[in-house]
Each structure stands twice: as structure tokens, then as C-alpha cells.
């Protein structure tokens, strides 16, 4: 045998010992596969015919990983794996809970379907600069993010995403998109850098960077830790991930830049990324300072809510529109943790998701519209509703499900967190959620009024209108109107998932119990 | 930077701290060192050779573009975690076996094969860089 330098030490004592089956793995699958396809792609970076199919393939194993974590969480409660097998909190784990599982199921729906527009969206040249890896890199960092159960790696996939969507966004090289790289670039890394501070105070706090470990200490640091400052440095770094006002200018600034089906990714999944670390970190980790700050959250909810659409009705390039229409949707989002009832969380966790499917596939709209009409610009679209019937059909549906309309996804999300409103005493909110709803109808109705219904308005746009692809450009925005309708006409498994997941942030025993088994519980 | 004495050192400087870059990479096993510092010196010395002998014999020397040396070392590390998948452990758990070769007993571990990975991505990452960055100073 080998001579052994120094005597084994016996580790079993720290490592976990219960098997794992391989029905667990489907918990690290959403974030192994895309990254196992991204560095294929690397690898084969000049033969970008194949990016395509390799991607999809990823992407659809990815997609069943998923949903069978999101039936698995459903049915047994939070599947945790600790990287490494060491015990948590030393170990990595990856907790998954019903929210981080259906978040990371609905974006890696919409990420799909924005793969397929892709093909018609992104040339040669796009896929040799990478979009393919880039897209399945981003797509593994926001999975990551979802199911992580550790702050730093949460951070960490944040760098993963942020640094997959830099390449996303500059593809193409175009002065303007530089511009809006650097702004997105810039503010971005500032809230990264915000967020890594505040881990490295919780750190010296806590001890710990396990947030189940962090909910569990919570109570008995509360008292001389200076937990109300972490929490308020969490909800700035989060809130300008998310683009809450007052710090959402980066949004509009970067958004309309890149390639439609980059803008799409973008509006549909970064900012609730950030949604998400808001609801982990103030559900989860600091109940007690939520409900203490839960009048900042409000105002900031209601700010970003009617700013937002406001925003919107003041662009006129299409592009911009919907990023406002993108932010007036996170204030709606933070309304429900501004709450802080189960009822609300339970309107907040759909309408993340309803905000996933419906602001990928706005953005997709609108590059139809550009494709039909050649222009992006409500001064110069026109006539759309005589030539592209089912295009308007389409932007139909968007904007009842955008503006919180039956029969689609909108309504009922709104619902509910209206019905909490009422019931919190917040009639403020309950009006901003209406006012915003109805701005948005006007902003979304202006667009429709003007693009389909006005008569044409620039006939030398015509050289620059393609024919819409069956597949690669209807095909994409019907598979997300799929969901989207069924949410809006049988709400129930919906509304039962979103359930859970908030029930599962007002009560984080068993997202502690499910990290700790291995000890007995604590 | 095209001095004589500069040129005609550069191949062997390269050469040498290619060498002590694997050695650091393997010595890491059971020491300080590693893939990431292996990695960032291999990385300085393709760079050294660059700004001395011009980029294009860089990039003929390396044969792979960089970014797929660094895509290879991501899938090598992610293959190296999901080897512990056969095992009924969980994701990215060291597994340790010995390899009887030759008269030699050679530690073998799906470790030493993540910080291959490791190694991969920084030269990869890094001399894609720095080739750039030397590619424009040409112009």
C-alpha cells in the first residue's frame, strides 16, 4: 500500500450518511445539465450549427428536471443535497422548496421557448459570439439562484446570470448596446457588490451563511445584532436587482438594447431572480424586520407600481414600453411582501410566475410586431391588425393578461392580492394595485389602439418586414399563452402550488427541518 | 517588445513555467497549490510568449482556441462532481481509489480531476484575454 504521510482521520462523524438516491439528483440537475451543455457548446464553439440542438436538448431535460423537483417538493416538502456530502452548515446545500422549484420550472419554460425564437432571432454571427452557451450559462445561474439553500451561493449564481447576460446583452457589438451595457454593467455590479458587503456583515454576525442555519439563529441574535441593518442593506441590494423605484433606472436604460429574444430572457427572469432573493431573504431569514419595514416595502411596491406604468405611457418605442410594463410589474409583486400574509405571498409567488411566462412572451410580441411592421416605434407602426390578424389576436391576449384582465394569467394572481390587501387594512395598496392595473391597460390599450388599429402609416417600412416563422415566431408565443390561459380559466393546482410556497416562507420550520434531518432536527 | 534577448528567452521562459504550472497543479493535491494558481501561471506564460514572439504563435502552439480549453475544464469539473452520481452520494463528493502502475501506486480522485477542470478554465479564460488585449496593441 501507499505510505501514508500522516495517520486517516476519521471524517464520517462530519459527512451526511444517508444515501442518496438517484431521485435527489433532480435537484442539482437544473444547474449540472445547462452548465454540462454551456461548456459543450464552448468546446464546439465554431460549430454553431449544432449550438441550436444542443441547446434544446438541454434545455427540455433541464425543463423535465424541474417539474419532477417542483412534483416531488409538492408532494414531500424541501429536497436538500449538501454538496461535497460534509453536514450542513458546512456543506453547500441546495434546498429546494415548492418556491425555489416552481420559479425555476416556470424560467426554464420560458427560457425554451425564448431558445426556439432564437433560431430565427439570432444569425451566424450571434452564434459564433456565443449566444447559445451564454443562454444555457444564464439559464444555470438563475436555476442556481432559485434552488440554492446557502447567501453566497446565492451570490455566486447571481455572478453566474449577471456575467452570462453581459455577453447576452453586448452580441452584436452595436455602439448602442455598449451603451446600454455599460449602464446595466455598472449598476448591476453595484448591487452585487451591496449584496456581497451585506453577506460578508451577516457572516460576522451570524457565523453562518446556511439560511436555514441564519432563520434558525435569527431569534436569538435579534437582540444585539444589528440584524435591522442587513436587512435593510438586503433590500437594496435586492430591490435594484429587481428594479424597484427608486433604483430601477437601469432597467429602461439596457433593455431595449439587445436582441428581442435577449430582451425577453432579461424582462422575464433577471428581475424576478431579484424578486425571489426579497422573498427568501425576508420570509425565510427575517421575518421579525420585514414586518418592520414593511411601510418602506409598501411605498417603494406602490412607487414602482404607478411610476412604472406611468413610465410606459410616456415611451414610444415599444421595446421601452414593456420594460416599464416590467417594472410596474415588481411593484405589484412587492404589494404581497409588503403584506405579509400567506394570502399575500400566495399572490406574489403567482404572479413571479405569471410575470415569467407573460413578459417573455410581450417581448416577443413586440418583435414580432417589428418583423411584421419593421419598426419598433409607435410613431411608425400602423395597420397590423388587416395584415397579421393572429399577431393582433396575440398582443390581444397580452394585454389582458399584462393589465390583469379574465380570461388569462393576470386576473388572478391580482385577485388574491387584492382580497390581502383588503383584509391587511392596506387600502392604499389595494388602490395602487388598481390604479396600476388600469394604467397598464391604458399603456398596453395605446399600443394596441395604435399598431393594429391605426391605419398604416409608412409604406418604405414594408422593404424591411419579414414573413412571421410558423414555429420559430408564433409557435413560440403560443406555447407561453399555453400556461398563461390555463392560469386564468382554472386557477386551482395554481393556486395550491403558490400556496404552498408561501406557506412554506411564513412558516420556515420545515425548510429548517428538511437541511437539518441528518442531525436530528437541530 | 521585440528585443532580441527578450525573444530568444521567451520560449524557454514559457516553457518552464508551463512545466512548474503543472507541478504547482499537482502539487495542490495534497499542498498549497492547484489548479487556479497552475492555471494563472500557465496563463502568464503563454502571455509572456505572446508579447514576445507576436499572438499568432500563440494561438498556433495552444492548436484549441482558448475558449474551448476553458470549456473543456467546465465540463471536466462538472463530470468530476457527477461521478459521485454511480455512488449514492451526493453531487461534487471526493471519491478516492489507487491505481497499481508499473511498481507505482498512483492516488487517483475525482478531486484531482475537478482541479484539472479548474486549471482548464483559468488558462483558457485568462489567455483568451490576454491575447486579445495583446491582439489590439498590434493594430
Not at chain 1, 425543463?63 to 454538496?83: E, I, Q
Not at chain 1, 411566462?357 to 411584421?372: D, P
Not at chain 1, 393556486?495 to 437541511?515: M, R, T, W
Amino acid at each position: 500500500m501507499a505510505a501514508v504521510t500522516s495517520a486517516p482521520v476519521d471524517t464520517s462523524a462530519a459527512l451526511v450518511q444517508a444515501a442518496t438516491s438517484l431521485l435527489d439528483w433532480v435537484v442539482i440537475a437544473p444547474v449540472a445539465l445547462p452548465i454540462l451543455g454551456g461548456a459543450l457548446l464552448m468546446m464546439v464553439r465554431h460549430r454553431t450549427h449544432l449550438h441550436a440542438a444542443v441547446t434544446f436538448a438541454v434545455l427540455l431535460a433541464t425543463l423535465v428536471s424541474t417539474l419532477m423537483l417542483l412534483s416531488r417538493v409538492v408532494g414531500d416538502g424541501a429536497l436538500v443535497m449538501t454538496m461535497g456530502r460534509w453536514l450542513p452548515p458546512f456543506g453547500i446545500s441546495f434546498t429546494a422548496d415548492v418556491l425555489g422549484a416552481s420559479f425555476a420550472a416556470a424560467a426554464t419554460f420560458a427560457t425554451s421557448a425564448a431558445a426556439v425564437f432564437a433560431l430565427r432571432d439570432i444569425d451566424a454571427t450571434g452564434r459564433r459570439y456565443g449566444f447559445y452557451p451564454f443562454l444555457l450559462l444564464m439559464i444555470a445561474g438563475v436555476n442556481g439562484a432559485f434552488l440554492t439553500g446557502d447567501l453566497f451561493n446565492l451570490y455566486v449564481w447571481f455572478e453566474v446570470f449577471v456575467i452570462s447576460s453581459f455577453g447576452l446583452l453586448i452580441l452584436g457589438s452595436e455602439r448602442r448596446q455598449i451603451d446600454g451595457a455599460v449602464k446595466y454593467a455598472v449598476l448591476n455590479l453595484i448591487a452585487t457588490t451591496v449584496f456581497l458587503i451585506t453577506i460578508g456583515y451577516l457572516y460576522g454576525v451570524f457565523g453562518t451563511l446556511n439560511m436555514a442555519d441564519i432563520a434558525r439563529k435569527a431569534d436569538g441574535l435579534r437582540e444585539n445584532g444589528p440584524l435591522m441593518t442587513i436587512a435593510t442593506l438586503f433590500l437594496l441590494a435586492f430591490g435594484m436587482k429587481a428594479a424597484a423605484f427608486p433604483l430601477n433606472f437601469w432597467l429602461p436604460a439596457s433593455y431595449h438594447t439587445p436582441r428581442i429574444v435577449t430582451s425577453a430572457m432579461f424582462g422575464g427572469l433577471l428581475t424576478k431572480v431579484g424578486v425571489y432573493a426579497l422573498l427568501r431573504t425576508f420570509t425565510t431569514l427575517f421575518p421579525v424586520e420585514r414586518a418592520i419595514l414593511s411601510d418602506v416595502i409598501a411605498v417603494v411596491a406602490i412607487l414602482t407600481m404607478v411610476l412604472g406604468a406611468l413610465g410606459a405611457l410616456a415611451q414610444s418605442d415599444t421595446r421601452r414600453i414593456v420594460g416599464f410594463v416590467v417594472i410596474s410589474g415588481i411593484g405589484t409583486m412587492l404589494a404581497g411582501l409588503a403584506i405579509g400574509s400567506p394570502l399575500a405571498l400566495t399572490g406574489t409567488v403567482l404572479y413571479a410566475v405569471h410575470s415569467i411566462l407573460i413578459m417573455t412572451a410581450l417581448y416577443l410580441v413586440v418583435g414580432l410586431m417589428r418583423e411584421a411592421a419593421g419598426s419598433f416605434s409607435l410613431h411608425d407602426l400602423g395597420g397590423l391588425y388587416r395584415s397579421h390578424p393572429l399577431l393582433a389576436a396575440m398582443m390581444l391576449a397580452m394585454v389582458l393578461a399584462a393589465a390583469g384582465l379574465p380570461p388569462l394569467s393576470g386576473l388572478w394572481p391580482k385577485v388574491v392580492l387584492v382580497k390581502a390587501a383588503i383584509e391587511g387594512n392596506a387600502w392604499w395598496l389595494t388602490a395602487a394595485i388598481l390604479v396600476s392595473s388600469v394604467l397598464t391597460t391604458i399603456v398596453l390599450g395605446r399600443v394596441f389602439a395604435l399598431a393594429f388599429w391605426r391605419p398604416e402609416q409608412d409604406t418604405s417600412l414594408r422593404s424591411q418586414t419579414r414573413p412571421i416563422d410558423a414555429v420559430a415566431g408564433y409557435g413560440t408565443v403560443f406555447v407561453l399563452l399555453v400556461p398563461a390561459v390555463w392560469i386564468g380559466l382554472w386557477p386551482e393546482p395554481f393556486l395550491h402550488v403558490a400556496g404552498l410556497a408561501a406557506a412554506g416562507l411564513s412558516d420556515p420550520a420545515a425548510y429548517i427541518g428538511s437541511v437539518f434531518a441528518a442531525q436530528g432536527g437541530s | 517588445m521585440q528585443t532580441v534577448i527578450f525573444r530568444t528567452a521567451a520560449p524557454y521562459l514559457a516553457s518552464l513555467m508551463v512545466m512548474f504550472s503543472v507541478f504547482v497543479l499537482l502539487r495542490g493535491h495534497n499542498e498549497p497549490g492547484g489548479g487556479f494558481i497552475g492555471g494563472l501561471i500557465a496563463a502568464s506564460a503563454f502571455a509572456i510568449y505572446g508579447i514576445a514572439c507576436g499572438v499568432t504563435p500563440v494561438r498556433r502552439a495552444l492548436y484549441f482556441h482558448p475558449m474551448a480549453i476553458a470549456g473543456f475544464g467546465l465540463f471536466l469539473s462538472t463530470v468530476a462532481g457527477l461521478a459521485s452520481l454511480a455512488m449514492g452520494v451526493p453531487f461534487l463528493t471526493g471519491l478516492w481509489t489507487e491505481v497499481h502502475l508499473l511498481g507505482v501506486t498512483l492516488d487517483l480522485s475525482t478531486v484531482l480531476f475537478f482541479d484539472f477542470g479548474v486549471y482548464f478554465v483559468v488558462v483558457g479564460a485568462i489567455t483568451s484575454i490576454a491575447l486579445a488585449l495583446e491582439e489590439r496593441e498590434e493594430d
